[in-house]
């Protein structure tokens, strides 16, 4: 998370996760600059590293050894990760566009997104080739081609595009790869058939001779045959064509070559090469504007040119950190100048390699061993994080320089400030951020926020009752835009769980003090994010307050609107002896994000925590209304016992949970092992008294999550034993991909815990 007690001065916005920026961020969480806030726009949660990409996709390595978790070094840097596709940059408003959320401010930008294969320039190429980027998508299509391998055995040609060194060392690995697979299922490898294609009148046009021989030599002994001078004009699905009218049969074809820069560059007004290409300075700063640098693959430098290769995306990463924060201190970049020959180590699929550098050339498995050595501890520096107490340095450190309104405002927000009325948000800054926002109208809603006033004026139509709730938290994520979501859809909960429809809500929230433009800016990503779940719920935001604090936080009191008739009402208690338990949502965010602030999870583990909490409960709510549900509450910050224990005690059943049915969050058993728990969690477990058999259960990994406190849970509900199938059945295919029944509601017996606990 953010440094609270340090203002927003300046923003600093990467775009994309390559090598030069995890290198940023890195150097940026060891020195962190005051008053500089690091934002990384990026659409995947694990970056690879292209070095080791062979070598995965030959069997060596596993996903994780060959991808750095971004989410967690964007946290180790103080920095904000935001989960989504940059498509385009606004330069004179100094915002970059994204796909699926509101536009992000910057006072520097950098880009580093690598290159993209131009699989259009070959028709039909798009629809049926893989490219080898972005790697996300090759991997799922080589995921299944490994597992359609497996499944199914039997005569396959899989053609390989591109004669470069990373066409040349992939196919190697997929043909180690795929002859091994088959051989332990006891199948002839030689039903797979290999074929590279290169425009090129030889392999690695750009390596010495004894290299391109030693790879020609290479192909030959392994039965790959190669078609040199064969420039590839048209795939379709049985295979590709070539210039001179050949049509070459293949069941798959994987595209690694003719890499160019995204096409949303073109819109940004930046001066691109002839390959689409970002043209940069020496100083890494674009040749069109010093405020956007450029770094890796998209990078092409006027005064040295250079080959695409992952070394210059590694070395650019520290000349890049320096020269953003000179620039954001006024100071003058100082020049990169890219080394002529580098150290290329080429893998044969087998551990084995070849080593190019100039004119020299060498192999052996000793080289594949260094290799493997390098590119471990490359993964090693960005993965192996040290603690976050121990990070950065104590001695003084530059700030960044203001003159004007905004030093008088950066004065304004360290002094002490003012409390009562005095810490409320200036208007001004409120009414900014708020004017792009429309809450979804209502007939109802007599005065809100289209017609402000002292207070919100709603009609409760007749025939109707008013349920009222109020949910208030800080932020656990560093994203104002997705923790707008989850706090509206936390207080959402309490509505749904009792049947009702969503109303109205007034918002509550405190944003740390930084330049009025920083405040703007977060106040509108907050409430950008709540209004995309309250609008989406019919749920018109009416009013709110807006104050200072050191932490970001966010709260809402929703009303709702219900049928004022008997048995409209779903309640906790109402729960029948014979009803099954059924959870709509998996458990465990409690203690993965107290694991996530201590650089303990992976960044896929939040991924999906935050994406369930953002899901509504809304059609689950109407889903087990309509299946008789005798009772419902949502899971929150008791924990799942708790709540169960809520719902026994009114009802005056027992219930019994199987703990092996529990639906958990990835990630959440191997946190809670690990003893990382939340702060709520000992709170919880003082309910432990309610458990009937503690001895017999609490060895089990899942023992700890019936305690886990949980933001935005799903629904918990008592279902009539014969219409459980059918209700699980609907959620599923509502979206509620992890219900499941978990237990079942007992007669009360003699004992005084109601809770029985099963392994």
Not at 109 to 114: E, F, Y
Not at 287 to 302: K, L, P, Q, R, Y
């Amino acid at each position: 998370m953010q440094d609270s007690t340090q203002p927003v001065l300046r923003d600093i916005i990467l775009i994309g996760g390559g090598h030069s920026h995890v290198g940023v961020l890195r150097r940026f969480g060891m020195k962190p600059v005051p008053g500089v806030r690091l934002t990384l726009i990026c659409r995947d949660t694990h970056t690879p590293y292209s070095g080791m990409l062979p070598g995965y996709v030959a069997g060596h390595y596993s996903y994780d050894d060959v991808h750095i978790d971004l989410r967690r070094l964007a946290e180790f840097a103080g920095a904000r990760f935001l989960r989504t596709e940059a498509i385009g940059v606004d330069r004179e408003g100094r915002r970059v566009l994204c796909s699926d959320r509101p536009a992000v401010p910057y006072d520097r930008l950098s880009i580093n997104i690598g290159s993209t294969p131009r699989v259009t320039d070959s028709a039909g190429a798009a629809d049926h080739a893989v490219a080898v980027k972005p790697i996300h998508r090759f991997n799922d299509r080589w995921l299944a081609l490994l597992e359609r391998v497996r499944t199914n055995p039997g005569p396959m040609h899989i053609a390989v595009v591109g004669g470069g060194a990373g066409g040349v060392e992939l196919l190697l690995a997929m043909h180690h790869r795929l002859r091994n697979e088959l051989q332990a299922l006891g199948c002839d490898p030689d039903l797979l058939a290999f074929t590279l294609f290169t425009r090129g009148g030889a392999v690695l046009p750009t390596h010495a001779p004894n290299v391109r021989q030693r790879f020609t030599r290479v192909l030959a002994e392994r039965g790959i045959a190669v078609h040199c001078n064969a420039e590839v004009t048209g795939v379709d699905a049985t295979g590709l064509s070539t210039l001179d009218g050949q049509h070459h049969a293949a069941d798959e074809v994987v595209w690694v070559t003719r890499a160019g820069g995204a096409d949303w560059l073109r819109d940004t007004g930046l001066a691109l090469d002839d390959s689409g290409f970002i043209q940069v300075t020496d100083t890494l700063q674009t040749v069109t504007d010093a405020n956007v640098f450029a770094a890796g693959d998209i990078a092409s430098m006027v005064n040295h040119p250079r080959e695409k290769a992952g070394v210059f995306a590694v070395r650019q990463g520290r000349p890049l950190a320096r020269n953003l924060r000179l620039s954001l201190m006024d100071r003058e970049p100082v020049p990169y100048r890219p080394q002529r020959h580098w150290l290329a180590l080429i893998s044969t699929g087998d551990q084995y390699a070849v080593a190019s550098r100039g004119p020299f050339g060498a192999e052996g498995r000793a080289l594949w061993r260094y290799k493997d050595w390098i590119d471990r501890r490359f993964i090693a520096r960005f993965n192996d994080l040290p603690a976050m107490e121990e990070r950065g340095s104590t001695g003084p450190r530059p700030r960044v320089p203001l003159e004007g309104e905004e030093a008088r405002q950066a004065i304004s927000a360290v002094a002490m400030r003012c409390g009562g009325c005095g810490a409320k948000v200036g208007a001004s800054t409120l009414s900014n951020a708020l004017g792009a926002l429309q809450p979804v109208a209502r007939d109802d809603v007599l005065i809100g926020l289209h017609a402000p006033d002292d207070a919100a004026v709603v009609r409760v139509p007749p025939g109707k009752a008013m349920v009222h709730t109020v949910d208030f938290f800080r932020a656990f994520v560093d994203d104002p835009y997705v923790f707008g979501q989850v706090a509206a859809n936390h207080a959402l909960g309490d509505i749904f769980a009792m049947g009702a429809e969503a109303q109205t809500a007034t918002a509550v929230a405190t944003v740390p003090q930084g330049l009025e433009a920083k405040v703007e800016d977060t106040v509108y990503q907050l409430m950008a994010g709540a209004l995309d779940i309250l609008n989406d719920a019919g749920c018109a935001l009416v009013g709110g307050h807006t104050g200072e604090g050191r932490e970001l936080a966010l709260g809402f009191a929703v009303n709702g609107l219900i049928d004022d008739e008997p048995g409209r009402i779903m309640r906790k208690g109402g729960m029948q002896a014979g009803d099954v338990l059924v959870l709509t949502k998996p458990i465990g965010t409690g203690t993965l994000f107290a694991a996530h602030a201590r650089l303990a999870t992976r960044g896929r583990w939040i991924d999906e925590a935050l994406q369930s909490m953002r899901h509504s409960n809304r059609l689950a709510a109407e889903c087990l209304h309509r299946r008789g549900a005798n009772a419902c509450t949502d899971l929150t910050g008791f924990g799942l016992l708790g709540h169960l224990v809520e719902m026994t005690r009114p009802s005056a059943v027992d219930a019994t949970l199987e703990l092996s049915a529990l639906p958990i969050l990835e990630g959440a058993e191997e946190t809670v092992a690990a003893g990382i728990l939340s702060s709520l969690q000992p709170a919880n477990v003082r309910l432990r008294r309610a458990i009937r058999n503690p001895e017999t259960v609490i060895d089990h990994p899942r023992y700890p999550l019936v305690f886990d406190p949980q933001t935005a849970g799903g629904l918990l509900a008592s279902i009539p034993a014969d219409q459980a199938q059918a209700c699980v059945s609907e959620l599923k295919a509502l979206g509620y991909h992890r219900t499941a029944v978990i237990g079942h509601v007992d007669a009360q017996g003699d004992a005084l815990e109601p809770i029985q606990l099963n392994p």
